[in-house]
């Protein structure tokens, strides 16, 4: 059978130019950018020019990128190494309640050790209100922390005003960025940021290398301790394979850019039409138009979220739930509860999101599959049978 991947939003296969771009680096050029043989300088230089290259899709100087091990440490490094290093400024965080677990739990960490976050509440489109945030400033605000754009929802923020009134209240501004970068263009200073976090296995790129923009004059105290790579900042021998992969990557999403978003709104809206012209009982997830051009989030009345996946994927469809049953927990999705779907209605919703390597006749059949699926499930449905014998 076919399969058909339609959840890029969780990871993304490496692009052949990009494996192409790593190999070398794992045998001929495998040195140590630290040592000071033609081994350590050739595996220098190779991480210097990644570096300029990455930071040049974001419009940064090359010196304010810093690798990391991924988008998760990335967030850690952010919140954590910002408010110990700003603590004679205060204690307090603003973020908001649909962030990645690696914003939150690193929130609830703080907690912990005694810092303050405020977790904004989001409007049933998943945006922020910018009132709100600026009313959640006090005195003792250090940093606001708001994502780029969601990954279970797509809803994408209005991270230039919210890093205006940053400024205006002399905070320092922290983004996840790690759905953005290769979807939207960036450019940190037309967005008013500080601190931005990417992962390179999100854009094509590999699993496990991520990185850090940290504006020039940001206090920030170290997350990884031990050697003096990426300028003392973040210690271990970098993943030269993946700096590059990573940079390969991006340049390729930073080429593509006009393109790539035109396709993927394409075939997004052509999935999200299709579906609730043919299926009943169907409503679209996060905002109508500032969202990720490939991410598709749809609930299914009278539908379980698991079984839906698992019927899709025995049809070749690989999408992901909003559900969290998989991973031990009977809640439903943070962000679903927190855009207002009853517990109910959140538990029957499927997230595609969509790539570069999808086609409009796998769109087409998505949409055929999906009016199969869901009819077949309703029909072992008790509530739908109800609802349907009232009719
Ligand atoms: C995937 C993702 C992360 C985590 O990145 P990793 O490289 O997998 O650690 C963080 N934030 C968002 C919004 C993501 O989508």
Redesign the pocket.
Known sequence: MKRIYMDY???TPVKQEVLDAMLPYFTEHFGNASSIHGYGQDAKKALEASRATIAGTIGAPADTFYFTG????A?NWALKGVMKANKNKGNHLITCKIE?H??LHTCETLEKEGFEVTYLDVDSEGMISLETLEAAIKPSTVMISI?F???EIGTMQPIAEIGKIARKHGLIFHT?A??ALGNVRINVDELNVDLM?F????IYGP??I?GLYIRKGIKIQNLIEGGAQERKRRAGTENLPGVVGFAKAAEIANENLDAHIEKLTYLRDRLVKGILESVEYSKSNGHPTLRHPGNVNVCFEFIEGEALLLSLNAKGIAGSSGSACTSGSLDPSHVLMSIGLPHEIAHGSLRLSLGDFNTEEEVDYAVESLVEVVHKLRMMSPLYDKVKGGK
Do not use: L, R
């Open positions: 939003s969780a990871t991924g988008g998760s440490e967030d990645h690696g914003i994502m754009v969601n990954n996840d790690v759905q976090s992962s390179a296995h999100k699993k496990g991520g």
